[in-house]
């Protein structure tokens, strides 16, 4: 749709002044109409609770001409992936049976974050517990809201160096994984040719990826 002539004059005054001041032209940004919160909640109703999940809707109304609606909110806890690389710098995946896709999926180690425990410390644990392995300190690679239109939870990537088996895997009693070092070239072509399926698992080699370019 086209902006209004407000909003085009206000960016337009925006745009001078970021040049005049900085002598560049200014980023790229949205309208100025869109700075503001553009929906204001009115309420919200749990509809189910799971394990790991709760359901709930949200009544929101919209600023821009009181619209109202009904949205869907998943409420789940924060998960972390690691992206662990040995000695001899192979990377370490599981292959492990997802009951959504109902198929086996080859991952990095993960798992949701315990309750008051901090991102480093679930990375930490959730590499022993699904593949066996321990290493260097987990260096943080960023964070991502895994499905934005209905979740605000995030996950968090860490890289652990440096990994050596020091014990058996201890999965959940849920989880058929089976952990296996791939070489770096390996699993990059497992995920530019469709081997790796899991959308956060795709993300994951694009955090892992800088560090690499600048660690060669």
């Not at 709760?54 to 109202?68: F, N, P, S, V």
Request: charged share 25%; hydrophobic share 40%.
């Amino acid at each position: 749709p086209a902006r209004r002539p407000e909003t085009q004059r206000a960016g337009q005054a925006v745009a001078v002044f970021h040049f005049h001041f900085h002598g560049r032209p200014a980023p790229q940004t949205r309208p100025v109409f869109f700075m503001n919160p553009p929906w204001t909640e009115l309420s919200q109703k749990q509809i189910a609770d799971f394990r790991f999940l709760k359901m709930r809707t949200r009544r929101m109304r919209r600023a821009r001409d009181g619209y109202e609606d009904d949205f869907l909110l998943l409420e789940a806890p924060d998960w972390v992936m690691i992206l662990a690389l040995t000695p001899e710098k192979n990377i370490l995946m599981v292959e492990q049976f997802r009951f959504g896709s109902n198929e086996f999926s080859w991952e990095p180690p993960g798992g949701v974050i315990d309750a008051g425990e901090v991102p480093e410390a679930c990375a930490t644990r959730e590499l022993l517990e699904e593949t066996g392995y321990a290493g260097d300190a987990p260096k943080p690679l960023g964070w991502l809201y895994p499905n934005p239109p209905l979740q605000k939870n995030r996950a968090f990537f860490f890289l652990i160096e440096n990994c050596k088996k020091i014990a058996e895997p201890t999965p959940d009693i849920t989880e058929d994984l089976h952990p296996r070092e791939f070489s770096l070239d390996e699993a990059f072509a497992m995920a530019r040719d469709g081997r790796i399926r899991h959308a956060m698992s795709l993300a994951a080699f694009f955090k892992l990826e800088p560090f690499l370019n600048s660690n060669p």
